[in-house]
């Protein structure tokens, strides 16, 4: 079945870029998603991409998307504490099902 | 204001003891959908409803039922629940599936002894 795979953990210094990474397998997404889960919450969307699209910038966050490699990216310029969260990525598997990753826990130091 | 909501937000459970947690949305969207969330496996689709009167199987469906009377309303319920169903459950909702924001509920910390 689809797959969607993140590493489970990043350090990162406050004011340095953060990158997260994704892939995935279902070549069929026509969005894909990333999500911020803040402790004790659930998740909020922080920004999409079309699968046509190769990146997209909205202020601090630049989203790559690579479809041959079913690679996609998430980067956080500037990273500060209020940045620290789990990022999940989401594809939407082409039938109304949404395929989620495991979850990249992102702690910036201080 | 726009929310979704569930209910109860936390419960403990036997095995075998049929449950019921609510979800409900005040946004008019047609999109509704129920997730897990276990540690290293990320959030896991259980169910998703289209609209009202239709639904359908995510990736773990297993062990759970839901119902789709009202656009407002999609309770997830746990006829005979295991303690493989302890977890953190989401409901979320959307205006339609796809491109639209899926906005999500504060979870439910379910635990079945």
């Known amino acids: 079945g689809e797959d969607v795979e993140q590493s489970l953990f990043l350090s990162v210094r406050e004011g340095d870029s953060s990158v997260i990474n994704c892939t995935y397998t279902?070549?069929?997404?026509?969005?894909l998603y990333w999500y911020k889960q803040e402790p004790g919450a659930g998740l909020q969307l922080l920004t999409y991409?079309?699968?046509?699209?190769d990146m997209k910038q909205d202020q601090r966050l630049t989203v790559l998307l690579n479809k041959k490699d079913k690679h996609l990216s998430l980067r956080i310029a500037d990273t500060q504490t209020g940045d620290s969260a789990i990022y999940f990525c989401?594809?939407?598997?082409?039938?109304?099902?949404?395929?989620f990753g495991t979850g990249t826990r992102l702690k910036v130091l201080a | 204001e726009a929310q979704v909501t569930q209910n109860p937000r936390y419960l403990i459970t036997v095995t075998g003891k049929k449950l019921t947690v609510t979800c409900s949305q005040n946004?008019?969207?047609?999109?509704m959908s129920w997730y897990r969330q276990d540690p290293g496996l990320g959030l896991r689709q259980i169910y998703y409803?289209?609209?009202?009167?239709?639904?359908d199987k995510g990736d773990v469906p297993e062990g759970y039922k839901v119902s789709r009377k009202e656009k407002r309303n999609f309770p997830l319920i746990l006829e005979s629940p295991s303690p493989n169903q302890t977890s953190l459950y989401f409901c979320?909702?959307?205006?339609?599936?796809?491109?639209?924001?899926?906005?999500f509920g504060p979870g439910t910390r379910l635990t079945v002894t």
């Open positions: 279902d070549s069929s997404s026509t969005y």
């Open positions: 991409i079309f699968s046509n699209m």
């Open positions: 409803s289209m609209n009202v009167e239709v639904t």
């Open positions: 946004m008019n969207h047609e999109y």
């Open positions: 989401a594809v939407d598997s082409g039938t109304y099902k949404y395929i």
């Open positions: 979320a909702s959307s205006l339609s599936p796809l491109v639209y924001e899926q906005y």
